[in-house]
């Protein structure tokens, strides 16, 4: 990075800061030495990809662990280097392998250990050998496509080999599923020097290339290796890898890694969270970690396994639940930059959503089937009379709407207008399909053609709970949107006459013609509960059956997987169930990776982002137009804080509890949105500001914020004394890694 970039990122920083990117805590934390305690540790790294160490700056990514039992190894990703033959977005549109590079010793690896530093985002390690030690560092810039790979070596390891070598550019799931009929690799990759750099160019089929380059800065008893990809689909790639690499190579290497620092140490303060559980703190902030590594503003939306690549039958976007989870712990902790890739995506896909569905529909609907590459293109066909022709994931009509609740979060945590009014047609579109295909019977009510409730064996029914639950909240989001459309009277119309949820003697059944009887790792049929909260454990009518269907889905375990575990916790924390909520979240860390990634045959990385959330939902919710003070907290935790976590409304919410008290909650308004809150502080409440506030009954009240505005409310003053801080912990620090 030259001294007019270096100048343009500073200006842009200091931009960042006056927008609100750096809020200002009410604690000066010790960032680093906080995060120090929650670092991923190795006492020796494997040659398993999910015990490795991994960097990313959002679109670029590295992992890094062993080839063999005397080789390190580092495999090179990037999210969008997918391929562009015409036909489906498992094989023909797939993402790609690109290569790993190797590091063998001269010597045979008597030990090697790792640590991933999570304040400065970079792993360090040593190798040691019977001749000799090799000292590695590893990052990837967060501001150039470039990844670092440094090393410092004692007499004996001056020769160590270093080596590229490419993968066969060929989708994943040729490995673990039958490929259709013709479907072929690309054609061989090209290895190449440009004066000092190396690269390796990978033609492909569907027109122009990806390509890898790398650079060697060579001293005595160090090496420093500058590595890049670039991708072009219409000509060579290979001008814009080499010149990257190059750049990289003449930079000042402290001032690349100052500028790199710099951005990871305005994220992390974004919000705060201290647990005194510290394998669950440690879990909760490499997520934020990996999130703001596999994700930024203006980069591709996250797929099911970021910039790491591993083969995998999931190279694609899948859209019945996975996107949906790994967006969702963006919101709470304040990062709501990260979650435009998503709303960004949806934005651009709006021309595709339109041609999923059936050409009748086209004139007013949009749809989303289950799976995709970027361009959002996979067809629905659902109509009132089935179509006998159409395979399950052809009848998954709820997709669109469910990605739509994300896009509706990403308003309300911002109340950002821009993003309503872009929101408003995408969901007016998407619930237009239900419109059209929804059929008024003998008993007056509205029902659902068949649907396909997503994961279900044999879940293809009428009046699915999936579309009835997604379909219900739509209407009742859009007369919240605009009230006054053309289309109102309809919408309150579906609200008054749609069938209600099938039930039977155990709960909410997958639908009409459906019931629950078999194990369903997917809580498809429970989505009013969570996460659209329509049906909910505040409405005393319903608990019941939310009680009911959920008992009797966890009674049928065995065909349950991670994010079964998840989706249980996060239902128990909205019951206010903190123990149960806390218990499926240990019993998830039985499925976790030693570094925190998550594997079904390939990485699927929703179900430990999707941890975070419930996590965040054990201290803070605000769902309905009501913010929770630690709603679910377990018995156990009786020291918690947190800072600056954002609730729908728009505010910024901190808190303190302390010997499993309440003792003080901070609001921040960031919109002047009106507040409801349940502040869950005992006896009488005192406020700290000039603000009115009004007892609503049942420990909730309501106040009136203008933007900017903030208030404190507490008991005694004493307890304003209590910062939030990092709290004292029972367990073992850096849990995560490999011991």
Not at 47 to 58: A, D, I, L, R, S
Not at 160 to 181: C, D, L, M, Y
Not at 282 to 287: A, N, T
Not at 702 to 716: D, M, T
Request: with cysteine; hydrophobic share 35%.
């Amino acid at each position: 990075m030259n001294k007019k970039e270096i100048f343009y990122f500073l200006i842009i920083s200091v931009f960042l800061v006056q927008a609100g990117f750096a809020q200002s805590n009410t604690t000066v934390i010790n960032w680093q030495k906080f995060l120090s305690r929650n670092d991923l540790v190795f006492d020796t790294l494997t040659t398993k990809w999910e015990e490795g160490v991994f960097t990313g700056n959002g679109l670029l990514g590295a992992m890094l662990y062993m080839k063999d039992s005397n080789a390190l190894r580092l495999e090179v990703g990037r999210t969008d280097v997918v391929d562009g033959r015409e036909g489906s977005p498992a094989f023909q549109k797939a993402r790609l392998p690109i290569g790993h590079f190797e590091l063998r010793p001269e010597g045979k690896i008597i030990k090697n250990t790792a640590r991933l530093y999570l304040w400065n985002a970079e792993a360090n390690g040593t190798i040691v050998t019977d001749k000799g030690t090799i000292q590695w560092r590893t990052y990837t810039l967060s501001q150039m496509n470039v990844i670092v790979f440094e090393t410092k070596v004692s007499a004996g390891e001056r020769k160590f080999q270093w080596q590229f070598h490419p993968e066969v550019s060929i989708s994943g799931r040729t490995k673990f599923r039958k490929a259709p009929n013709g479907y072929v690799a690309n054609p061989p990759s090209i290895l190449e020097t440009a004066g000092a750099v190396e690269y390796c160019k990978q033609p492909m089929l569907a027109g122009g290339d990806y390509t890898t380059a790398w650079a060697e800065n060579n001293k005595a008893n160090s090496r420093i290796y500058y590595l890049s990809v670039a991708i072009n689909r219409k000509q060579s790639s290979a001008d814009e890898a080499v010149q990257t690499v190059s750049n990289a190579a003449k930079d000042n290497l402290q001032q690349l890694l100052n500028v790199h620092r710099q951005w990871w140490h305005h994220y992390y303060p974004q919000s705060f969270i201290s647990l005194p559980d510290a394998r669950m703190e440690s879990f909760y902030w490499i997520q934020q970690y990996k999130l703001a590594s596999a994700t930024r503003e203006g980069k591709p939306a996250l797929d099911l396994m970021g910039p790491w690549y591993r083969h995998t039958p999931w190279p694609a976007y899948w859209f019945n639940l996975n996107i949906q989870l790994t967006y969702s712990p963006l919101y709470a902790a304040n990062q709501l930059e990260l979650a435009n890739g998503l709303v960004k995506m949806i934005d651009e896909g709006k021309e595709n959503l339109s041609r999923n569905v059936p050409a009748v529909y086209r004139h007013n609907a949009l749809a989303l089937g289950r799976a995709a590459t970027s361009d959002l293109s996979s067809s629905i066909k659902v109509n009132p009379i089935r179509d006998t022709t159409a395979s399950e994931s052809d009848l998954e009509l709820g997709n669109l709407t469910w990605c739509l609740y994300n896009y509706w979060l990403q308003y309300r945590y911002s109340m950002d207008e821009s993003v309503k009014t872009k929101l408003f047609p995408l969901l007016k579109g998407s619930i237009n399909y239900y419109l059209d295909v929804m059929r008024k019977e003998e008993d007056g009510k509205w029902h659902l053609p068949h649907t396909y409730s997503p994961e279900y064996p044999g879940g293809t029914t009428r009046d699915c709970n999936y579309d009835l639950s997604l379909f219900r909240w739509g209407c009742e989001t859009l007369l919240k949107l605009n009230p006054s459309d053309s289309l109102a009277s309809r919408w309150k119309d579906v609200l008054i006459n749609l069938t209600d949820y099938p039930t039977d003697t155990n709960g909410l059944r997958i639908g009409r013609d459906v019931a629950f009887n078999k194990s369903h790792r997917h809580y498809s049929h429970m989505l009013m509960i969570h996460p659209l909260c329509i049906m909910n454990w505040e409405q005393p009518e319903n608990r019941p059956l939310i009680e009911k269907s959920l008992q009797h889905w966890l009674s049928l375990k065995s065909e349950f997987a991670g994010f079964s575990f998840t989706g249980s916790a996060s239902i128990h924390a909205v019951m206010g169930q903190g123990d149960k909520a806390l218990d499926y979240l240990n019993q998830l860390f039985g499925y976790t990776k030693p570094n925190t990634m998550y594997l079904e045959e390939g990485p699927v990385i929703e179900t430990p982002l999707a941890a975070a959330t419930s996590i965040q939902e054990l201290l803070l919710q605000s769902w309905g137009d009501k913010i929770r003070i630690f709603p679910a907290v377990p018995s156990s935790w009786k020291d918690l804080s947190f800072e600056n976590l954002r609730t729908e409304g728009a505010f910024l919410i901190s808190a303190v509890r302390k010997d499993g008290e309440t003792k003080w909650v901070k609001i921040k308004s960031l919109a002047g949105e009106p507040c409801i809150i349940r502040p869950n502080i005992e006896g009488k409440l005192q406020i700290k500001g000039q603000v009115q506030l009004k007892d609503l009954g049942n420990d909730t009240y309501s106040l009136q914020l203008k933007k900017g505005e903030e208030v404190v409310l507490y008991r005694n003053a004493s307890d304003l004394l209590l910062k939030a801080d990092a709290v004292k912990q029972d367990g073992r620090n850096n849990y995560w890694g490999k011991h």
